[in-house]
């Protein structure tokens, strides 16, 4: 899964029947850290998230599990919303590896 | 599978019914030299992790819900084991 947060939505009146009733968000993904990363992409929405929310969303085939048993052409779902992010990250960072570069002279 | 390290948990409660009594956790891929590979992601968990630890993660559908069984629901990644030691042979990589 991944984290971001709903920027937006989509507004199309004609798309797949199956579609029909889908909401379509603008998702910004982020970095735990709620830095920017990547660029925005449209997810349908399966639990009400609304602007400004931070969510995850899931990714690929299963995009369309929370629609079962309508199996909607889809490929990115927001299937959360997050109310608190704990993020410890290390913190020394490791020593850069040495690489023996295979350089001609 | 990827090298990971758990760096953290997520907290919702408006989730997918699926997800439900597992512990969300945020996921740094690691490089085999230890530094990041790309953004961190949330898996689901299926071993008990905790931040800090070094993990295996799944990123793909079908491993990711079996290994915390639940099939047929919107789960794509999960830490699915932990990782104690990676043995690398001189000269080879």
Redesign the interface.
Known sequence: ???GRVVGSVWSTVKHPHLTGKRLLVVQ?L??ELKI??KQLICTD???AGAGELV?W??????S??F?PDEPPVDT?V????????????VT??P??ERKSARKK | MLIA?V??????????PS?EGRK?L?V?ALNL???DRG??????DAVDAG??DKVLLTTE?FSA?TSVGRP??????AVIGFIDHIELVDGVH
Not at chain 1, 79 to 90: A, N, Q
Not at chain 2, 8 to 15: D, P
Not at chain 2, 39 to 44: G, I, K, R
Request: overall charge negative; cysteine-free.
């Open positions: 899964m991944y984290f993904p970095t735990p990363t990547g399966s639990v009400g995850y899931v990714r690929g085939k299963e995009a599990f929370p079962a779902t299937v959360g919303i997050v109310d608190e992010v704990h993020v410890k990250r290390p960072t490791p850069p590896v | 390290r760096i953290g948990e997520l907290v919702a409660t408006q989730k997918d997800h969300l945020l740094q030299d230890g530094t953004d961190a992601v949330v898996a689901l931040v800090g559908g819900m047929n629901s919107p789960i794509d990644m």
